[in-house]
């Protein structure tokens, strides 16, 4: 569980108060301001309430919370403040509402009055949907849910993408080269702004003194320019610091440019990167990158939950990635950036008691009150007859016509059917994407339909140029189509190093041919 306590803006609040809250962001030149949103969806703020930034509608600083009644009930999915600052959300209805600074325009009402309470953003927006919001120093970038950046505010360095340096006062489409593309993720340093496509590929414009675009160059975007030194590299997240940039790649590694004055690209010296660097992370897959506009700190977090810092750190200049024993990139920003500010909205879980669903995962594989055991490879499993019954139709059918206390299975392997079992239990699966292979071969068996999507899902996250073929061919054997045509894809994207792996060379005769067939209509042929 997060721990919002971490962060000294909630000092103050009560234990009862803190169980409630379910999201909270904390920003301010200090780390002095926070908003957070409760498990009845009230959301309040306390702080010093610079240009009112609380929302609160007047100037007053509170060391108590007060509740902002205009986003009560509105459920924010996306969160993202300034320097000024400026906050602005995305709604679950799509919506966009902005407060506090406004001397460019960031709130993008048109005027440059500071604004006290949340404000629909409307202009250009009112048919979209946005997802998703980011924030610069002064200016502010949107994502629609079809793939388009909208982008208002300060634009002294191009940040707004407009091809000028004038100020932009209302939310304006950023096209030029993002036209027709569709953009998957954003994100903001101080004066850049740079997105994500569902391709791969990244693009940034806007303040490039120190390289922060990637570009190979110092010179300022006016429009977005595509990073051309990861041409064949597959993005699918970026983070940008103050003045750097972290990307991660669809293989887990860690890519970063930028300022580096205090060690924050992790090339273990300080000297700047215009052009993206890979940062040796100990072969570790990496699922996380964290930075934030206001700081010089970097994080990453593991596949295996390990959490790695580097850049500033409490004054520290840190040029390698460094172990903590943290559990989340949160609490890197909580305990060592500066300002200690969240980089991102906090989603909190609540622990103050066991819903139905804590309850079924507490009482899997406990003999204490199991009717039924498995006993798989001379292991036992402990299980609840009633609840096999209600969750899968095979159970139901086997458990009705056996009275048996244990029941041995000799097709698949304990760690598989214990796998099997605790789905069963708590919906979720928890295995490395090559062991994911044979749960989905019980899934196929089984006729479970959800049990299979979420086996290919995981074998997605898992998926490396070594397991890329491996990964392919249990597809094709389980009839797995969404998954074949991910595994596919990425073999195309990665066919040099794919086609040098050993699995490759010991690849199904009818595989192959079919493989390389579909790679030539493909195109991965080409010149």
């Given at each position: 569980?997060?721990?919002?306590?971490?962060?000294?803006?909630?000092?103050l609040?009560?234990?009862?108060?803190?169980?409630?809250i379910?999201?909270?962001?904390?920003f301010?030149s200090a780390?002095?301001?926070?908003?957070?949103v409760?498990v009845?969806d009230?959301?309040?703020?306390?702080?010093?309430?610079?240009?009112?930034?609380l929302g609160?509608?007047?100037?007053?600083s509170?060391i108590?919370?007060?509740?902002?009644?205009?986003?009560?009930?509105?459920?924010?999915?996306?969160?993202?403040?300034?320097?000024g600052?400026?906050?602005?959300?995305a709604?679950a209805?799509g919506?966009?509402?902005?407060?506090?600074?406004?001397?460019?325009s960031q709130?993008g009402?048109?005027?440059t009055?500071h604004?006290?309470?949340?404000?629909?953003?409307?202009?250009?927006l009112?048919?979209?949907?946005?997802?998703?919001?980011?924030?610069?120093?002064?200016?502010?970038i949107?994502?629609?849910?079809?793939?388009?950046?909208?982008?208002?505010?300060?634009?002294?360095?191009?940040?707004?993408?407009s091809?000028?340096?004038?100020?932009?006062?209302?939310?304006?489409?950023?096209?030029?080269?993002?036209?027709?593309?569709?953009?998957?993720?954003?994100?903001?340093?101080?004066?850049?702004?740079?997105?994500v496509?569902?391709n791969?590929?990244?693009?940034?414009w806007?303040?490039?003194?120190?390289?922060?675009?990637g570009?190979?160059?110092?010179?300022?975007?006016?429009?977005?320019?595509?990073?051309?030194?990861?041409?064949?590299?597959?993005?699918?997240?970026?983070?940008?610091?103050?003045?750097?940039?972290?990307?991660?790649?669809?293989?887990?590694?860690?890519y970063?440019?930028?300022?580096?004055?205090?060690?924050?690209?992790?090339?273990?010296n300080?000297?700047n990167q215009?052009?993206?660097?890979?940062?040796?992370?100990?072969?570790?897959?990496?699922?996380?990158?964290?930075?934030?506009?206001?700081?010089?700190?970097?994080?990453?977090?593991t596949?295996?939950?390990?959490?790695?810092?580097?850049?500033?750190?409490?004054g520290q200049?840190v040029?390698?990635p460094?172990?903590?024993?943290?559990s989340?990139?949160?609490?890197?920003?909580?305990?060592?950036?500066?300002p200690?500010?969240?980089w991102?909205?906090?989603?909190?879980?609540g622990?103050?008691?066991?819903t139905?669903?804590?309850?079924?995962?507490?009482?899997f594989d406990?003999?204490?009150?199991?009717?039924?055991k498995?006993?798989?490879?001379?292991?036992?499993?402990?299980?609840?007859?009633?609840?096999?019954?209600i969750?899968?139709?095979?159970?139901?059918a086997?458990?009705?016509?056996?009275?048996?206390?244990?029941?041995?299975i000799?097709?698949?392997s304990?760690?598989?059917?214990?796998?099997?079992?605790?789905?069963?239990?708590?919906?979720?699966?928890?295995?490395?994407?090559?062991?994911?292979?044979?749960?989905?071969?019980?899934?196929?068996f089984y006729r479970?339909?959800?049990?299979k999507?979420l086996?290919?899902?995981?074998?997605?996250?898992g998926?490396?140029?070594?397991?890329?073929?491996?990964?392919?061919?249990?597809a094709?054997?389980?009839e797995?189509?969404?998954?074949?045509?991910?595994?596919?894809?990425?073999?195309?994207?990665?066919?040099?190093?794919?086609t040098?792996?050993?699995a490759?060379g010991?690849?199904?005769?009818?595989?192959?041919?079919?493989?390389?067939?579909?790679?030539?209509r493909?195109?991965?042929?080409?010149?």
């Amino acid at each position: 569980m997060l721990d919002v306590g971490k962060w000294p803006v909630f000092a103050l609040l009560p234990p009862e108060e803190l169980r409630l809250i379910r999201q909270a962001c904390v920003f301010g030149s200090a780390a002095n301001e926070a908003l957070y949103v409760t498990v009845n969806d009230e959301v309040f703020a306390l702080g010093t309430n610079c240009s009112g930034c609380l929302g609160l509608g007047d100037l007053q600083s509170t060391i108590e919370p007060r509740r902002i009644d205009v986003l009560c009930g509105k459920k924010i999915v996306s969160l993202s403040y300034g320097t000024g600052p400026h906050v602005v959300i995305a709604t679950a209805d799509g919506e966009v509402f902005a407060w506090g600074h406004n001397g460019y325009s960031q709130l993008g009402n048109g005027t440059t009055n500071h604004g006290l309470t949340p404000a629909l953003v409307s202009t250009n927006l009112i048919s979209k949907r946005v997802t998703e919001v980011a924030c610069g120093s002064h200016h502010t970038i949107a994502l629609t849910s079809d793939g388009e950046v909208y982008a208002w505010g300060y634009n002294n360095s191009g940040q707004v993408g407009s091809g000028s340096t004038a100020n932009q006062p209302t939310p304006r489409r950023v096209s030029s080269c993002l036209q027709n593309k569709v953009v998957y993720n954003i994100a903001c340093g101080q004066l850049c702004s740079m997105a994500v496509l569902d391709n791969g590929e990244i693009y940034g414009w806007g303040y490039n003194c120190n390289g922060q675009l990637g570009l190979g160059n110092n010179g300022n975007q006016q429009t977005p320019c595509r990073i051309a030194a990861l041409q064949g590299v597959n993005i699918v997240q970026v983070a940008c610091g103050y003045a750097h940039t972290l990307a991660l790649t669809d293989e887990g590694f860690v890519y970063a440019w930028g300022a580096n004055s205090y060690g924050q690209l992790g090339t273990g010296n300080k000297s700047n990167q215009a052009l993206p660097i890979l940062i040796n992370t100990d072969k570790e897959r990496m699922v996380e990158v964290a930075a934030c506009h206001t700081s010089h700190t970097s994080a990453a977090k593991t596949q295996s939950g390990q959490v790695l810092m580097w850049g500033q750190c409490r004054g520290q200049a840190v040029s390698s990635p460094h172990l903590t024993h943290f559990s989340s990139t949160d609490d890197v920003f909580a305990c060592f950036a500066t300002p200690a500010v969240t980089w991102h909205l906090l989603s909190v879980d609540g622990d103050d008691y066991l819903t139905v669903a804590q309850s079924l995962k507490k009482e899997f594989d406990s003999p204490e009150i199991s009717d039924l055991k498995f006993l798989v490879d001379g292991k036992c499993i402990y299980v609840h007859k009633a609840l096999l019954k209600i969750r899968c139709e095979h159970f139901r059918a086997l458990l009705n016509e056996t009275d048996e206390d244990v029941i041995e299975i000799h097709q698949f392997s304990y760690l598989v059917y214990r796998a099997f079992l605790e789905y069963l239990y708590t919906d979720n699966i928890n295995l490395p994407p090559e062991d994911a292979i044979g749960l989905l071969d019980l899934a196929s068996f089984y006729r479970e339909t959800r049990l299979k999507r979420l086996c290919q899902e995981t074998i997605k996250r898992g998926i490396s140029e070594e397991n890329a073929i491996t990964l392919l061919s249990a597809a094709v054997k389980y009839e797995a189509r969404d998954l074949e045509e991910f595994c596919f894809k990425f073999c195309v994207n990665h066919l040099t190093a794919v086609t040098q792996t050993q699995a490759f060379g010991d690849m199904d005769h009818d595989l192959l041919k079919n493989f390389i067939s579909k790679a030539s209509r493909y195109g991965a042929f080409k010149n």
